[in-house]
Structures are given as C-alpha cells and as structure tokens.
C-alpha cells in the first residue's frame, strides 16, 4: 500500500498537469494521381504556397466554362489554406479554406473551390504551372499547349 501511494500521487499530478496539445499545427498538400488512385505526394503548406494560391484565386474573373470537368489523368492538388481566406471578387464571394488545382493532361488546368462548405464551383487556373511544380518539387506532366495561359 506504502509503494501504491507515491505512484497513485505521481499519476495524480501528471493528469493534472498534462499539457494541451493543438492538433492545427501542421498542413498538408496532397496531390493526387488518378491514374494511380492514390496520393503520390504529401507536401507541408508553407507561407510562399499559401500566397502563391491565395493571389491566383484573388484574381479569378470568370466560372470554368466546361460542363464535366473531372477526369481521370493528370493531377489533383489539394492545398488547405490557414487561415481561411476571405476573397470577395467579381466572380468568388466567400470563405475559403481548402483549394483543389485540377490539372489535367489535355485540357486547361482549372480551380475546384468549395464555397459556404457544400457549394461547389469551378473557375480558370491562370497561375503558373511550371512555378507550382518548382514549389511543391514535384513534377506535374501536362500538354505544352495548357502549360500557360
């Protein structure tokens, strides 16, 4: 009973003591092969990522014209944004927190952004294919004649 005791307090004072972990320290990318099926590459989001994909939605100004966008090649790049990211423009009013950057191989790259949380919308990607891959270091194939626009 004598030897029961120190442990019981020691355990005691652990619990009370126990330090409060946040579970929002880290974000990923992900990007995902289709042909594949499955993520080929999980990369930490960083500041440059962030404002790199924040100023492209900022400056979308037209919905994706095309009625079945998804395919099954290429990439699908899932960028989480934190802090979310208010961006009120001609086309996008709303409260993003995740971006999806739909690459496919023979079509225009464009943005798959959920807003209001169940709303689903597609718009143009004008960013820079060739400087997304140099940041996520990985090399996303795509056709010459979509690799800029």
């Known amino acids: ?3 029961k ?3 019981i307090i020691f355990l ?3 619990i009370m003591h126990s330090i409060v972990i946040s579970a929002e320290g880290f974000r990923y990318a992900e990007i995902f092969d289709p042909k594949q099926d499955k993520v080929v590459k999980v990369i930490q989001v960083n500041r440059e990522i962030q404002n790199m ?3 492209w939605i900022k400056d979308v100004d037209n919905i994706y014209g095309k009625s079945n ?3 099954d090649d290429g990439y699908a790049i899932r960028i989480p944004l934190y ?3 208010k ?3 001609k086309c996008i009013n709303a409260l993003i927190n995740e971006v999806y950057i739909i690459i496919p191989e023979n079509e225009p790259a464009f943005f ?3 807003e209001n949380e169940n709303k689903l919308l597609c718009y143009p990607f004008r960013g820079d294919i060739d400087a997304l891959s140099k940041i996520l270091d990985f090399k996303l194939k795509v056709s010459k004649v979509y690799s800029k626009e």
């Open 1 to 3: 009973m004598i030897k």
């Open 5 to 7: 005791t120190p442990v």
């Open 112 to 114: 798959m952004i959920f």
């Open 12 to 14: 005691f004072i652990m």
């Open 69 to 71: 966008p998804l395919t």
């Open 53 to 55: 994909v924040v100023s």
């Open 87 to 89: 961006v009120q423009g």
């Open 83 to 85: 802090p979310s990211v």
